[in-house]
């Protein structure tokens, strides 16, 4: 994970071992759009507790989702490269703007609005 001011970017090495293949799709194995939307909140929440704060998993809750787009499918063998920038926050309260990346194409996008439950946001 690299975090540069109010951004930050994670990387999944996304493979065929994952347990979300098995049905989704058999024969057809597709990341699903729901679990890229959930990297772009652990993003948020990693690099968080990476820079001193007491957040666990259950701290971060994702509570709106705006403008979701999945525009191209993520398959096994890709490199899924997550960027969330921090857009807004006031006191325990955040928005931020994430897109995932495959070989540098958006395969999805979402603006989420949080709360930390138990520690204080650092811009």
Known sequence: M?????????????????PYFQGHFPGHPVMPGV???EAIAQARRDSH???GGKTS?????SWRRRNVKWRKPVLPG???VIEVELTKSRGK?????GVCKVRDEIVSEAEVTFILLDAKMNL
């Not at 690299?2 to 994952?18: F, P, Y």
């Not at 998993?57 to 809750?61: F, K, N, P, Q, V």
């Not at 309260?93 to 703007?97: D, H, Q, S, Y």
């Open 2 to 18: 690299k975090i540069e001011g109010n951004c930050i970017t994670a990387v999944k090495n996304i493979t065929v071992n994952e």
């Open 35 to 37: 679990l890229q939307l």
């Open 49 to 51: 507790a990476a820079s």
């Open 57 to 61: 998993a259950s701290s971060l809750i």
């Open 78 to 80: 890709d490199v899924l």
């Open 93 to 97: 309260i955040g928005k931020a703007k």
